[in-house]
């Protein structure tokens, strides 16, 4: 066996920004950066209705943080959790009627008796994996003009600019389209994850997203550009991002399942610490 200090270990490291941008009154986004749990939520609304959902979810998904042995099924029931609170506090205040949020991040879980992480949605809010100078978008936007191109109907870059781009076909808030999509992944040393509201990805692509992520290393460093740079491509919309950065030393298994809807942390394998 070997001794405990010849165990790998390895470093969370996070940063997080927002802006309310240059157009919106005030910021409807919420996010969280706590323990193993990760999450931004974009809220919709309106007189600050949105503000109310998605700060729901964040302090739902906040609950998670004490659970010992987490599992992904746990993240999916607390994000149906969320959902039903949303329509709690509708039905408690009428006056926020309509109000909803997106809801995406990653959660670190066990599976096979392993640390993986639990990478989750509900909405066209992202979460990016970047791998030994790779950029990849790991969630599925739940939009019309994600379907249109999933049918071949318009381009990728047709829906930068596509007038329904902003409109989602899933959303916490609903009693009919709220399932979120679930991949779990295993950990691999350095790497880094991007959650971000579409206030980022509407005013810069990915390219541009790859460049200011691969240019500075410290993930908060990495969440202030980013949302910078969102603000002055035009900031239309209230921005979000959080940076996780992954340091240490595990396998090179890149193998993920298949999505399914529905402080510190430490294990014996050699575990996550969480640094600021």
């Known amino acids: 066996m070997a001794d405990a200090d ?6 969370l490291r996070v940063g997080a920004a927002t802006d309310t941008g240059r157009v919106r009154e005030h910021n409807e986004d919420s996010a969280l950066a706590e323990g193993g749990i990760f999450v931004v939520a974009d809220g919709m609304g309106g007189h600050a209705a949105g503000e109310v959902a998605s700060g729901i979810v964040v302090e739902t998904m906040r609950e998670l943080v004490a659970v010992r042995d987490l599992t992904s099924d746990d993240v999916g029931k607390q994000l149906l959790a969320a959902n039903q609170r949303i329509l709690d506090a509708v039905a408690a205040h009428p006056d926020q009627r309509g109000m909803g949020t997106t ?57 930068r600019v596509h007038p329904s781009r902003n409109v989602v076909t ?27 509201s579409d206030g980022l990805t509407n005013e810069i692509d990915d390219e541009r997203l790859h460049e200011i992520l691969q240019a500075h290393g410290d993930p ?41 809807e529905s402080g510190e942390v430490t294990s014996p394998r050699g575990g996550l610490d969480e640094k600021e």
Not at 112 to 134: M, P
Not at 233 to 242: I, L, S
């Open 6 to 11: 010849q165990i790998p270990r390895l470093v």
């Open 170 to 196: 899933r959303s916490l808030g609903t009693d009919y389209a709220y399932q979120s999509d679930i991949w779990v992944l295993p950990p691999y040393a350095g790497e880094r994850f991007v959650i971000c």
């Open 103 to 159: 809801a995406t991040g990653i959660a670190l879980v066990t599976a096979g008796g392993a640390d993986h992480w639990a990478v989750f949605n509900v909405g066209d809010s992202r979460v990016y994996r970047h791998i030994n100078g790779t950029l990849t978008q790991v969630t599925v936007d739940h939009s019309e003009v994600q379907e249109l191109v999933d049918a071949r109907v318009i381009t990728a870059a047709e829906a």
């Open 220 to 260: 908060q460093v990495a969440a202030e550009e980013l949302v910078r740079a969102a603000v002055e491509a035009g900031g239309r919309d209230n921005v979000t991002v959080v940076v996780v950065n992954l340091d240490g030393d595990v396998g090179d298994d890149l193998s993920e399942t298949s999505p399914r």
